[in-house]
């Protein structure tokens, strides 16, 4: 399994700062986590709307694999982009059967459809014959063929990491504002 990791926080600084300035409540801390929440939840869908754009899956096999998880850690309210992932099984991209054996798939969006002449059907996977396994005997035993992996797609889009971290961090910012007003006017 691999991973790609980015990293975004408030320093305990900041959420003294925020108390100070609510006169000791922790309304302030509040307002953090929501507005980390808040931007966290953007970048994240920038990240899922890219890699979706690009590969040919259902958006909730995207979904599955990306994830901003927040925590609050010695006083460090932080965010982490985090996508997860092995490769992808080949029948996640769309595969059809050739009349004259083998199967067609499509794992880019605006990509043609590749082929694999050796590959076929096997209760629901695409698979092969392993002729390197020392039990094979002329037609068992088989290996899953798989496609790229979001990690492997995300890491190799260029500026996807700094896109959702910019939008994250806007949107978290943009977020503070709003509900510092609305905290000023009373109104949260």
Known sequence: MTTERIDAYFKPEDLQWMRSVFNGSDKGAQMLRRALNYGANQGRKITIDEIYAKLNVKRGTVKNHVFFPRSLDNG????????T????????????????????????R??????????????????????????YDGRTPFRSKSGPSIP???????????????TA???????????????????L
């Open 152 to 166: 492997n797609v995300f890491a190799n889009t260029p500026g996807l990491a700094d896109r959702a971290i910019g």
């Open 76 to 83: 460090y309210i932080s965010a982490r982009l985090v996508v």
């Open 110 to 135: 605006n990509g043609d459809r590749e082929k694999y002449r050796h590959v076929f059907y096997y209760k629901g996977r695409v698979v092969e014959r392993n002729i390197d396994s020392p039990a």
């Open 85 to 108: 992932g092995f490769p992808l099984p080949l029948e996640e991209f769309n595969v059809r059967n050739l009349a004259k054996g083998g199967v067609s798939f499509k794992i880019w």
């Open 169 to 187: 961090t806007d949107r978290t910012l943009t977020e503070l504002e709003r509900l510092t007003s609305l905290m000023l006017e009373g109104r």
